[in-house]
């Protein structure tokens, strides 16, 4: 099982970035699939998931900002991030775990390397 997140960079308040997390050795269908962060010196948190039944949810801090999506035929699943501010920056993870109801507060066992966002003020 590996995750490979990527689509991280240095953007401006206000703008937009999509993360990309490519999955191999599984069918991410048959996963719920989570994306968190951690900022600098900050224990790392969740943002939003996807269930295997493609139900989406997002943290309050993201909630309206971002969107979770998936690919099948890709294997990947995204993070859309729009009005992004300073305070998103941090390295994103994305994750799995198998299981296919509930995203949300789930204990994720497979973990991408990540990528680092980094809104300017």
């Known amino acids: 099982v590996q995750l490979q997140a990527s689509g991280g960079g240095l953007v401006q308040a206000g703008g937009s970035l999509r993360l990309s997390c490519l999955a191999s050795?599984?069918?991410?269908?048959?996963?719920?699939m989570g994306w968190f962060r951690q900022a600098p010196g900050k224990e790392r948190e969740w943002v939003s998931c996807?269930?295997?039944?493609?139900?989406?949810y997002h943290s309050d801090s993201a909630k309206g900002r971002f969107t979770v999506s998936r690919d099948s035929a890709k294997n990947a699943v995204y993070l859309q991030m729009s009005s992004l501010k300073s305070e998103d920056t941090a390295v994103y993870y994305c994750?799995?775990?198998?299981?296919?109801?509930?995203?949300?507060?789930?204990?994720?066992?497979?973990w991408g390397q990540g990528t680092l966002v980094t809104v300017s003020s």
């Open positions: 994750a799995a775990t198998y299981g296919s109801t509930y995203c949300k507060g789930r204990i994720y066992d497979h």
């Open positions: 050795g599984f069918t991410v269908d048959y996963y719920s």
């Open positions: 996807i269930s295997a039944n493609t139900d989406t």
